[in-house]
């Protein structure tokens, strides 16, 4: 390819609506352009890049025996009326209506078209195990577009679907799934995605990973163990928490005058104590019933919702005190609650001593409160407080909790038989009886993960493409293109370069060497050869590597058959 | 890939619903899934077909300068608003809201969304020519899907969009990529397919074509002429009609009572002459006013709906008399019309002498019908006749035009600056003066392209797929799989064929014979090589051709190498 030739501007303003470096250097390089809220063209360079990225992802998929397959992106209605999601998922599923008012659907994920197309085909349980795979458009009404490609509305995902006999069977695979997964991104170019235990959302199924990109530019917040022998990781959605309180020797309960005292920094500096001597009160409603919920909660902690929504089993939203509840907010305390609500104990609590609680009555705090000894019944504690750093890992129980942030580049399922029940999928199994298949599900989103490459491999003039996604192998740079000797020497190694099959892309532009080299930096490609009279007057071309760790010249005799070479060795 | 773990099933019996035979052995191969009205999931051996389509695209594409990009399947309406065709296309177009309520289209074709990507980006005429093109799902909202893959509504296509600065460059570059489609058809195995002119439609644009493959599963109607030394070829829907009207001597114009006569054949009957001595009147509606159109045309002959949109520059409904026209319906003729309407003669009339025509009067017609005598002004002729089997060719005036079907596989348009300019894409000439590109645009699609050939390559039992787009190369059949020398032979031949990258489908299924020789007959791969207590008793395999052209035993020794051999010479 001429860059003469390639349509896509680069140029060296940073474009104000861009945040993440990534989305910089993909408008600034000519990679993609927006055409609506969360929705990208690309150019060449781009699709060059993703499409090699397939291809990886394609191929580990066929090492474990995927078939690759295609559903469409439009669904009707119906299709999703039987799993039972178009009317649970909200309004990230985009819904329309055919020309005879049929109602469509746009794919967000496929775990009903998987089942329909495997539905009636796979009747006997010596059809399984067996896997499926696309490589497709979806689109998410994502209500935050951000990041250029980092959260889209539409984009690129490969999604597989696993359909098992037993659950031991389900869970072999899901191993062998992850293994694939860590393949895919170390050959992408990222081999530090770590795999974090997840929630698994409006997917069902208990057990789920998400492949993180450990960046400061990702939204997903991480709890990782520092411990170099533990290999804890999770999301801190939700990731488990566990107290080991030394209980203190009792003091009395006492109720206090605390007047003006609304929050735990009020009545922190009112009583001299600090937040974590506090019994906290956070109240939500729940969604359908606005039935308020209690949590008590050490006063130097946060309430996980994500927790509270799985320990409910349904959705809470925060409390706005506009609604009428009974509850004496600012002085919440487990004592004497009359108010009409599920109230629920946070672990941090358990044994703790002497703590300060609110009353259930206007300016009064008690100090001195001891949940065991104070209140009538028994408390249970449950899991529902946000991860921090340094709290104990709840697998080595060493205190190396270390928060961190991560772009989500894949996620892993185990499904079970949510789709497959809902959907009466069935099989005969040996003895003869109906079963449902258990199923596991496998996405990576393709567009996501090239920019996430370029968000932790870039310096401060553009992205640094690993060779094996790069959108080209060999970057050749003539300078002063109207010296025929230049013009000879470029042309030829270009020539030979496309012969022996390196990917090649020439800036055979009458251009000043300045912006030649911006805009090589902006293209990212590995291996830039640079052929000016300078390098001609030492009978060479340069080579250098586009992460400077490399810089030779090479004779101008052999210079096509020396960067095969190079090309060669870096891309085994 | 072991047959026993490919999912699919295969049958023999007709699906009820299936009209063509490509529908009927795509659903009894296993390879396609209805999801929904014109809407289909693809099993691995049609997602395996259309990737090789796919890739032999590409490279035809890439040969001409192609730069394969990426446009979104849904985007805002504003876009579509620019070019006018937010409003101008009926309810193909699917038209949505987002969670926000803004308006969004599903991409039913990309020219927009091209000039999207190359508006300020191409801005001097030093970036001209180029071409973009992408492969990527489309929905349009068909009225009425059809055959399988032949008409659906979600479909895959490559759609390609060159820009230049001259008509001239824009015609060379047509005739380029004309070839890069007849090298595209040629490789997917139908060399048959041939291009003719065709009607541009809602594309905009003047010069069109349709690569058509002939087959009397066609819905589309093309004139072709058998003049070995022509090549005129149109689409029945723009095929220019000529006449070569000998005047005879004319006979007096004269009124006839022709009761209970309203239609041609009627008054045919009645007056014992034949259609094509009549002067028949055709009437339609412009859609928007209702405003009549008077057609006057051959007997015989048939009005041509698109030639008289094309004509009148506005769409014509077909008039079911309910309106009020002042029209005498059924004895409607030239002379004394007062009906307002507009009056239109076709061709065919041109020079004909004694004709029959209708009197505006009930139950009246005239005999002796001579038009450049009998009317007061001076006739304008018009192409507006459907073409017929032995009509004049318009290229080589001979009689030689038969009339075939034809499926429509690819088009290509010389759009002009339609969308350029009401986009207002601009770009900077030689003489610093901004002018719009020209642009053209080249579709194939992908789906109906790979059912097409299997509508032309099969036989009673399957597919035939030509090689270079077969789901695999080699089918192996082991009969009595349990034998172990069987076994052991066909596993060993299956290994190494994978080994040389060979393609193989490797049937290991514990089934009967004719089983198993249906099935492969409905995977129709090219190759197949049967191993069992039968062959190796003569110490061979035997390998036959899907197509029967070569049946032959294979020394079991030698077979791997000599069948990747016979294979890789088929590929090459």
């Known amino acids: 390819m001429k860059l003469s030739n390639l349509l896509g501007q680069r140029f060296k303003e940073k474009p104000a609506e861009c945040k993440l470096d990534s989305h910089v250097f993909l408008v600034r390089g000519g990679y993609i352009k927006q055409v609506g809220e969360g929705i990208f063209s690309m150019f060449m360079p781009m699709k060059r890049i993703t499409k090699k990225i397939e291809n990886i992802i394609r191929e580990e998929m066929d090492a474990i025996g995927g078939q690759e397959v295609m559903f469409p992106v439009v669904m009707p209605a119906t299709l999703w009326e039987e799993s039972g999601r178009y009317s649970a998922v909200g309004s990230e599923l985009l819904r329309c209506q055919d020309r005879g008012g049929s109602k469509l659907v746009l794919g967000m994920t496929h775990e ?57 069977d389900l869970e072999d695979y899901y191993k062998k799934c992850h293994k694939a997964y860590e393949n895919i991104f170390a050959r992408v170019g990222v081999p530090e995605v770590i795999s974090v235990q997840s929630d698994s959302g409006m997917m069902g199924g208990k057990v789920a990973h998400e492949f993180m990109l450990v960046t400061d530019a990702g939204e997903d917040k ?36 605390t007047p003006n005292t609304k929050t735990i920094d009020d009545i922190c500096k009112l009583l001299n104590v600090t937040p974590d001597k506090t019994a906290k009160a956070v109240i939500f409603l729940k969604k359908e019933s606005l039935e308020p919920v209690i949590v008590f909660i050490r006063g130097d902690l946060d309430v996980n919702d994500i ?9 809470v939203i925060p409390d706005d005190n506009t609604t009428e509840t009974g509850i004496t907010y600012g002085f919440v305390g487990p004592i004497n609650l009359t108010a009409k609500a599920t109230v629920l104990f946070d672990s941090s609590l358990k044994g703790l001593t002497n703590l300060v609680c609110g009353a259930n009555e206007v300016d009064y705090h008690y100090t001195g409160f001891n949940p065991e000894r104070d209140l009538d019944t028994t408390i249970e504690y449950h899991d529902l407080s946000k991860a921090f750093e340094g709290c104990i890992c709840p697998k080595c129980r060493k205190k190396t909790i270390r928060l961190c942030r ?11 038989t949510k789709y497959t029940e809902s959907m009466n999928m069935q099989y005969i199994d ?38 094996s996604i790069a959108p080209w192998h060999v970057h050749i740079c003539a300078i002063r293109a109207d010296d025929p000797q230049v013009s000879e020497v470029a042309n030829n190694i270009y ?5 022996n099959h390196i990917e090649v892309i020439f800036d055979d532009r009458d251009v000043r060497p300045g912006v030649m080299f911006n805009d090589a930096d902006l293209l990212g490609v590995p291996v830039r050869v640079t052929v000016s009279p300078k390098t001609l007057k030492r009978n060479a071309v340069e080579v250098v590597f586009r992460d400077k760790s490399f810089s030779q010249d090479f004779p101008t005799s052999s210079a096509s058959a020396d960067i095969t070479a190079l090309v060669n060795s870096l891309l085994s």
Chains 1, 2 share one sequence.
């Open 495 to 499: 020539n030979e370069l496309q012969k």
């Open 222 to 257: 991480l709890v990782v163990c520092q411990n170099e022998e533990c290999d804890f990781r999770a999301n801190m959605e939700i990731a488990e928490c566990v107290f080991e309180n030394e209980p203190q020797q009792a003091a009395d309960l006492t109720k206090v005058h």
């Open 307 to 315: 927790k509270l929504r799985n320990f409910l089993h349904e959705e």
């Open 430 to 467: 040996k003895d003869g009886n109906l079963q449902n298949p258990i199923m596991g599900c496998y996405g990576i989103g393709v567009g996501r993960l090239a920019a996430s490459v370029c968000e932790v491999r870039h310096d401060d003039y553009g992205p640094i493409w690993p060779i």
């Open 406 to 416: 991560g772009i989500e580049v894949g996620n892993i399922f185990q499904l079970g």
């Open 112 to 168: 009903e078209a998987a089942v329909h197309l495997a539905r009636n085909t796979a009747s006997s349980y010596i059809n399984f195990p067996f896997m499926i795979y696309q490589i497709q458009t979806k689109f998410r009404d994502e209500p935050r577009s951000r990041g250029g490609l980092i959260r889209v509305r539409e984009f690129t995902m490969k999604d597989a679907y696993s359909f098992h006999t037993s659950q031991q």
